[in-house]
Structures are given as structure tokens and as C-alpha cells.
């Protein structure tokens, strides 16, 4: 079966609505029904019209969610409605955003599926601290993984990850891993120095950012110490040693 109708997975940044894209911005105006995530602001949502339905299917990790099926079949139902369905995502559709599996889903059942881009957290994280998450001195590539595995089984090897990031240079961004902070200190540990910069952010490009710089041997401390909580982005690489040595600076001075 082909309904012929088209249902948007719609990426809407981290959070500040000025980095939405002028293409998620049409999209959200012109959707009759608006699936939205947890993690995308009120001041986003309120670009919808009027007229729209808005669904709030949050998901996000330690906290109870809207089971990932039941979002497929209210995004199926409503197409096949004939509605203007829009599924509005934090971030980027595709990067830990379960867009592949909506998108598999509802091309299965026959309908087109539009993808519109987002500034992902991880990169919006960074840029917020004046961090490259590559550099020609510090950094040939990056890596976007998450802390929060779909199954125990499948948990990273953060041992062989460490062991890449040193050989080849590359920043480690880490999506969904405060909670398993002490064990990705620990293990990555075993291939990077204890004295590797990081930065911990927090709702990054909100107001109520806020964000910590330390060593890898420290990951763990610094974020009981400073309560830094989920949602947040570890970067993990020597691109952060230029924030790190302005703190430093700014410690002295004070």
C-alpha cells in the first residue's frame, strides 16, 4: 500500500529556537499534527499553528517514556488520516534519535518520508565553548557515540575506542553518558591519559547552560561535585585544552 502522503522527521536543534533550519521551520507551521520529543523547547513548539495538535511522546534515558511503537502507530495513524503529521526531534532525526527506526517503519507501511536536518547537540555542545571538535594540531576526526546502550550486551568498548582516539587523533563526543561516567572514566582510562581534557555540557545552547571542564581522571568527581545532569554531552580530546587553559587563567587571576 503507497498513501501518498508525506510524514517529516523533523530535526529541531538543540534547543535554541534561532538554530533551527529555515527548512524545519516551514515544516513545523505547516504540520497539522506535531509529534514532539521531550528534549525540543516550548519556544520551538510554539512556532506550530493554532490549529495543530500537539503530542508530547517524550523519551529520554532514566525517566519514564512513550514506548517507541506506540510513536510509530500514532505517526502512521495520523498520516493515513491525511493529516500534516510532523514527528519534531531533538537535535538531528539520525543521530540517536530513533529516526532510522521511524523511518524504516513508515516506509514499510507505504509512506513517504521527508528528513529535514538539525544541529545535533554534540556539535551545538562544543561550538558553545569556542571548542573545534576538529583541528589540524589536535584532532583529525571525531566520533559521535552514545553512553546509554539499547541493550547491556551492547554496551561500547570504551577500551578499544580510547585506544583510537590516541592513535588516530580523534575527539570523542559522548551522548547520554553521565550516568555511566565513573565506568567510561575508568575504561577509557586504559588508552588516554588521566590528564586529557574534558568538557561536560549541560542543556547546551539553552539560557540554563552549564558546563564543567576537567581532566579524564576526574570525569566522575567533577559531576557529582558539580550536579551536572542529563540532558549533557561529554567531549572528550585535546581540542579542550584551550578552554581548559582560559579556566585555569581565570583561577589564577581571581
Known amino acids: 500500500m503507497n498513501t501518498g502522503k508525506q510524514g517529516p522527521l523533523v530535526g529541531a536543534g538543540p534547543g535554541d529556537p534561532e538554530l533551527l533550519t529555515l527548512k524545519a521551520l516551514k515544516a513545523i507551521q505547516a504540520a497539522t499534527v506535531l509529534l514532539v520529543d521531550d528534549l525540543v523547547s516550548d519556544e520551538i513548539v510554539a512556532f506550530a499553528s493554532p490549529t495543530a495538535r500537539v503530542i508530547h511522546v517524550g523519551k529520554r534515558g532514566g525517566c519514564k517514556s512513550t514506548p517507541q511503537a506506540f510513536i510509530e502507530r500514532l505517526m502512521l495513524m495520523a498520516a493515513r488520516e491525511g493529516e500534516n503529521v510532523v514527528r519534531l526531534k531533538g537535535g538531528d532525526p539520525f543521530i540517536f534519535g530513533r529516526g532510522g527506526e ?19 547537540s554534540g556539535l551545538a555542545a562544543a561550538t558553545s565553548l569556542g571548542v573545534p571538535l576538529t583541528h589540524r594540531d589536535h584532532a583529525q576526526g571525531v566520533v559521535f557515540i552514545t553512553g546509554h546502550a539499547h541493550k547491556s550486551e551492547s554496551a561500547p568498548d570504551w577500551r578499544s575506542l580510547a585506544a583510537m582516539a590516541r592513535d588516530a587523533r580523534l575527539t570523542l563526543v559522548i551522548y547520554m553518558g553521565v550516568r555511566s561516567a565513573a565506568r567510561i572514566r575508568e575504561d577509557l582510562l586504559s588508552g588516554l591519559p588521566a590528564e586529557t581534557p574534558v568538557a561536560v555540557i549541560q542543556r547546551a545552547s539553552l539560557p540554563d547552560q552549564r558546563h564543567a571542564v576537567m581532566r579524564l581522571g576526574e570525569l566522575a568527581a567533577t559531576i557529582e561535585a558539580e550536579q551536572l545532569a542529563s540532558p549533557s554531552v561529554i567531549v572528550v580530546g585535546d581540542v579542550v585544552r584551550g578552554v581548559a587553559a582560559i579556566g585555569a587563567a581565570k583561577a589564577r587571576a581571581a
Not at 521511524?102 to 545535533?120: C, F, W
Request: aromatic share 0%; net charge negative; glycine share 10%.
Open 102 to 120: 521511524e523511518l524504516d517503519h513508515l516506509r514499510a507501511a507505504g509512506v513517504h518520508v521527508e528528513i529535514v536536518n538539525g544541529i545535533t
